[in-house]
């Protein structure tokens, strides 16, 4: 069973960066696609970026050029990049494993961002 573990949220001003990590366990990650959804207190929860098994990436229009999304298969961890963080990209951030053969999501624990001088 694939679990993932998620690390890198935190504190960060106004124009910072923070890179948050997905590391999974098991042998299945070639076989999935990857991504990040957050939600913000009150809002509902949005798909930021994934990434597929091909390396395919795709963006949510308000992070585009901001957020860089990746992945390496042999460390098994998905990557998302975040620059020029503004205040409204303030949320919990959780990634996902969705395996191709099987249809199954496997949910990460969650981090915080916290984007505010």
């Known amino acids: 069973q694939v679990q993932l573990a998620e690390s890198g949220g935190g504190l960060v001003q106004p124009g910072g960066s923070r890179r948050l990590s997905c590391a999974a366990s098991?042998?299945?990650?070639?076989?999935?696609?990857m991504g990040w959804y957050r939600q913000a207190p009150g809002k509902e929860r949005e798909l930021v970026a994934r990434?597929?098994?091909?390396?395919?990436?795709n963006y949510a229009e308000s992070v585009k050029g901001r957020f860089t999304i990746s992945r390496n298969n042999v460390g098994k961890t998905a990557y998302l990049q975040m620059n020029s963080l503004k205040p409204e990209d303030t949320a919990v951030y959780s990634c996902?494993?969705?395996?191709?053969?099987?249809?199954?999501?496997?949910w990460g624990q969650g981090t915080q961002v916290t984007v505010s001088s």
């Open positions: 098991g042998s299945i990650f070639s076989d999935s696609n």
């Open positions: 990434i597929t098994q091909g390396g395919t990436t």
């Open positions: 996902y494993l969705y395996r191709i053969s099987t249809g199954t999501v496997t």
